[in-house]
C-alpha cells in the first residue's frame, strides 16, 4: 500500500505561532478549532496536513461510519444504540483521528448526509448515507480558502458546531448522530473577510508570520529539495523529531483533564477579555482551555498567568472588531501590550515566569523545530494598466436594479423541486430530488415485486437558491485638478462604508484610480475592510486625467466579475469632471471615453456618474452638456452633480440610482 507523502510538522520553518495553534487544539476539542489567516504560499495547508500525521489513536465502535465511543453511550449514533440494547456491548478498536477536508465545491447532501441512492431505487429501502460531518465526528474538519465557502454550508457548520451533533430530516428519513469536531480553517485575507458568526466558531485564530528572513528562505529551499528529491528519506530524518512531539501530544491529552486554574487567573482572563472589548464569551473560554492545553504541552499541572499571555493573542485577535484602545485597526501588539499591562497588574510589577517553568514545578517549554514554505509571498495588489483590449460580449446583462437572476449552476440550498425540463445536462447524483422522485413514482403504485418502479418521468430535479451580491468597482479621477485629494479620500470613505455590510450581502468593492498617464487597480474587488484600509490609506493624486484608461480598466474589471459563478450585479461608479486629455491610442480623448462608456452601457454594467466638476454659471445661450453628463448619457448612468463632496453623500447617491443597500433577493437555479 503507498504511503501518502505529507511534509513533516516538525520540519516547517518558522511559523511558531501557527504551529502552537494546532497543537493546543490537538491537545483538547475545546479549544475551539483555530482559525489560519496568511497570504499565499506560507505553509498554512502544509502545517494543516503534516498535523495529521501526528494525530492520536482514539477508542471507537468498530465498523461504526461515525467513529461512536463505546465508552461514551449518551453519544451513540442510532444503530450502536440499537446494537447495544440487543447485544449488551459493543466491540471496540482502536483508530487514527483523521483529517477530514471540505472542499469547497461541496453539497449539503456531502456535508449532512443523505439517502442510500441505490438502496432506495433497487431494494426500496430508505437508508442514511453518511456525509463528511460523520467522517469528521471526534476528528479534525479542514476547510482550505474557508472564507469563500457557500453561506448555506457555513450556516450548516455553524449549528453542528454549536449542538456538537448532526440532524437530518429530509427525503423521508430522519437521523442524527454526533458531530464534535474541531474546526482548522484557512484563508486568504486579500480574497475577503470571513462572516462574523464563523469567524467566532473558531476558538484561536494565528495569523501567518509574514516576515521572513534570507537565512530562514535558503533553509526553506534546501528542506524543499530535499523532501522532493526523495520524500521517504526526508521523512526519517525527521522521524525523531516527529516521534517526539507525538509523545508529548499523547502526554498533554492525558494530562489535560487534570490541570487547574485558579480563581486568580480566571479574575485575570475576565479583565483581559473586558478591556479588549470583545463581543460574547467565547474568548474567555478559549483563552482557559488554550492556557490549560499549553500547561498540559509543557508539563505543567497548574495554568500560570505566562501560559495565559501566550495564548490571549490567539484567543482575542479574531473577536476585537476595534482595536482594544479605539483605534481603528486590531493589531496584535495592542492586544500584546493589553495583555502585558494587566499581567504587569496581576504580578504586581514582578516579571512573569520564564517560559516552561512552572511556579518552581517540573515544566519543559514547547520547543519546535523549523521548516519549508511551498511558495513565495505574492507580490504588490496593485496591477498596472497601460494598453486596454476592451472585450466584446456576445450577450449583454440585462439592466435595472439587482435581483434574482437564474443560472445553471448545482450549488446553493435545495428549496423545491421540479422536471427536468431545460436543465442543463447530463444530470448527476446531486442533481436529482430523490424525495421528489420517488414520490412521483410512489403515486402509481411499485411494480408486480411491490419495489418502487422509477420511470423517465417519473424524475424531478432540485431548484436551487443561492445568494448573489454585487461587483462594485470605483473608477475615481486622481489627477492633479481641483479637489483631487478631497475625491480621494471620499471614495475611500464610501468604499469602506459599502464593506462593513458586504459580508451580509455577499458585495465585493473595488478601486481603480486613473493619473498621470495611465490607470491602476488599487483594489480588487474584495469583502475586507481590513484590506482595503490598509490598501486605501496611501492614495496620492497628481498629473494629468487619463479618463479612458480608468473607464477601459473598471470595464475590464467588473467584465471579470461577471465571469464569476454566480454571476454577481457589476456597478461602475465613475467620480470624475470627465475632462479626460490623455487617450489609449491617437484619437479624441473625449470621442474615446464616449466609445468606452458605450461599450459598458451595451455590456449590461450598471453605473452612475458623480460630477465632481465645481459649479458654473450657464452662460447665456449655452446650451453644451458638462463632460461628465455626456460621458453618463453614453454609458446610460444616472447623473448627479456633487456640490459637497464626502463618503456619506457617495454612499446615498449609490443607494438612489442602484439601490445597492436595498435588500437583495437570492438567485434562483436549477
Not at 449518551?74 to 471496540?92: D, H, I, M, R
Not at 453542528?160 to 485575507?189: K, Q, Y
Not at 517553568?357 to 520547543?367: I, R, V
Not at 447665456?620 to 458638462?626: A, D, M, Q, V
Amino acid at each position: 500500500m503507498n504511503k501518502e507523502l505529507v511534509f513533516p510538522f516538525a520540519a516547517v520553518v518558522g511559523q511558531e505561532r501557527v504551529r502552537l495553534a494546532l497543537l493546543l487544539n490537538a491537545v483538547s476539542h475545546q479549544v475551539g478549532g483555530v482559525l489560519i489567516r496568511g497570504r499565499r504560499g506560507t505553509a498554512k495547508s502544509t502545517l494543516v496536513r503534516g498535523l495529521a500525521h501526528l494525530l492520536p489513536e482514539i477508542d471507537v465502535v468498530t465498523d461504526c461510519p461515525f467513529s461512536c465511543d463505546p465508552q461514551d453511550i449518551e453519544s451513540l449514533c442510532g444503530p450502536c444504540t440499537g446494537n447495544l440494547a440487543l447485544e449488551g456491548t459493543l466491540p471496540g478498536s482502536r483508530d487514527r483521528m483523521k483529517l477530514v477536508t471540505l472542499p469547497l465545491n461541496v453539497t449539503e447532501e456531502m456535508v449532512v448526509g443523505t439517502l442510500d441512492i441505490e438502496k432506495a431505487l433497487r431494494q426500496g429501502e430508505k437508508s442514511f448515507e453518511p456525509g463528511i460531518l460523520a467522517r469528521a465526528n471526534r476528528s479534525i474538519l479542514y476547510v482550505d480558502e474557508v472564507n469563500l465557502l457557500e453561506d448555506h454550508i457555513v450556516d450548516i457548520l455553524l449549528d453542528s458546531a454549536a449542538m456538537g451533533v448532526n440532524v437530518v430530516e429530509r427525503e423521508g428519513i430522519s437521523f442524527r448522530h454526533g458531530a464534535r469536531f474541531i474546526l482548522v480553517g484557512t484563508m486568504n485575507p486579500e480574497e475577503g473577510d470571513l462572516r462574523p458568526q464563523l469567524e467566532d466558531r473558531f476558538g484561536l485564530c494565528a495569523d501567518v508570520d509574514p516576515r521572513v528572513t534570507a537565512g530562514e528562505r535558503s533553509e526553506i529551499l534546501r528542506r524543499n529539495l530535499q523532501f522532493s528529491r526523495n520524500p521517504l528519506e526526508f521523512e526519517s530524518r525527521w522521524h525523531a523529531a516527529q516521534e517526539e512531539l507525538r509523545g508529548k501530544l499523547l502526554a498533554a491529552r492525558e494530562r489535560y483533564p487534570e490541570v487547574d486554574i485558579h480563581e486568580g487567573l480566571l479574575d485575570l482572563i475576565a479583565a483581559i477579555v473586558d478591556r479588549a472589548g470583545a463581543d460574547g464569551h467565547r474568548a474567555d473560554l478559549s483563552m482557559l482551555y488554550a492556557g490549560r492545553a499549553l500547561a498540559a504541552l509543557e508539563e505543567c499541572d497548574q495554568v500560570q498567568a505566562e501560559h495565559l499571555a501566550r495564548v490571549a493573542v490567539l484567543s482575542l485577535g479574531h473577536r476585537v472588531s476595534r482595536g482594544p484602545l479605539g483605534s481603528k485597526d486590531t493589531g496584535q501588539a495592542d492586544v500584546t501590550a493589553l495583555v502585558g499591562a494587566l499581567l504587569k497588574e496581576y504580578t504586581g510589577g514582578e516579571k512573569p515566569p520564564e517560559k516552561g517553568s512552572c511556579d518552581g514545578k517540573t515544566g519543559k517549554g514547547l520547543q519546535l523545530e523549523t521548516g519549508p514554505s511551498p511558495d513565495p509571498p505574492d507580490t504588490s495588489p496593485e496591477e498596472s494598466f497601460n494598453e486596454v483590449t476592451i472585450p466584446r460580449a456576445a450577450t449583454a446583462l440585462a439592466g435595472g436594479r439587482r435581483g434574482p437572476a437564474k443560472v445553471q449552476d448545482s450549488r446553493g440550498r435545495y428549496c423545491r423541486s421540479t422536471p427536468p425540463n431545460g436543465h442543463r445536462l447530463p444530470l448527476t447524483a446531486s442533481d436529482i430530488a430523490i424525495d421528489a422522485t420517488i414520490r412521483s413514482s410512489a403515486l402509481r403504485g411499485g411494480g408486480e415485486d411491490g419495489k418502487p418502479e422509477v420511470l423517465p418521468e417519473d424524475l424531478k430535479v432540485k431548484v436551487r437558491k443561492r445568494k448573489c451580491g454585487a461587483s462594485i468597482v470605483f473608477v475615481v479621477d486622481a489627477s492633479a485638478s481641483m479637489g483631487a485629494r478631497k475625491r480621494l479620500d471620499a471614495s475611500r470613505e464610501a468604499i469602506l462604508s459599502l464593506l462593513v455590510e458586504a459580508y451580509q450581502k455577499r458585495d465585493r468593492v473595488g478601486l481603480v484610480v486613473f493619473k498621470d498617464d495611465s490607470a491602476q487597480l488599487v483594489l480588487s474587488p474584495t469583502s475586507s475592510t481590513v484590506l482595503a484600509s490598509r490598501l486605501l490609506s496611501e492614495l496620492t493624486p497628481g498629473g494629468t486625467t487619463p479618463l479612458s484608461h480608468g473607464l477601459a480598466l473598471g470595464y475590464r474589471v467588473l467584465n471579470r466579475e461577471m465571469s464569476r459563478t454566480p454571476q454577481p450585479s457589476p456597478f461602475l461608479v465613475l467620480i470624475s469632471d470627465g475632462g479626460g486629455n490623455v487617450t489609449i491610442g491617437s484619437g479624441n480623448p473625449m470621442s474615446e471615453a464616449l466609445h468606452i462608456a458605450g461599450d459598458i452601457r451595451d455590456r449590461g454594467i450598471h453605473s452612475v456618474v458623480l460630477d465632481s466638476a465645481p459649479t458654473r454659471r450657464a452662460v447665456h445661450g449655452e446650451s453644451r452638456k458638462p463632460a461628465a453628463r455626456r460621458i453618463a448619457d453614453a454609458m446610460g448612468s444616472s447623473y448627479f452633480p456633487l456640490r459637497n463632496m464626502n463618503g456619506e453623500v457617495i454612499v446615498s447617491k449609490l443607494a438612489q440610482s442602484t439601490g445597492v443597500h436595498l435588500e437583495k433577493q437570492p438567485q434562483v437555479s436549477h
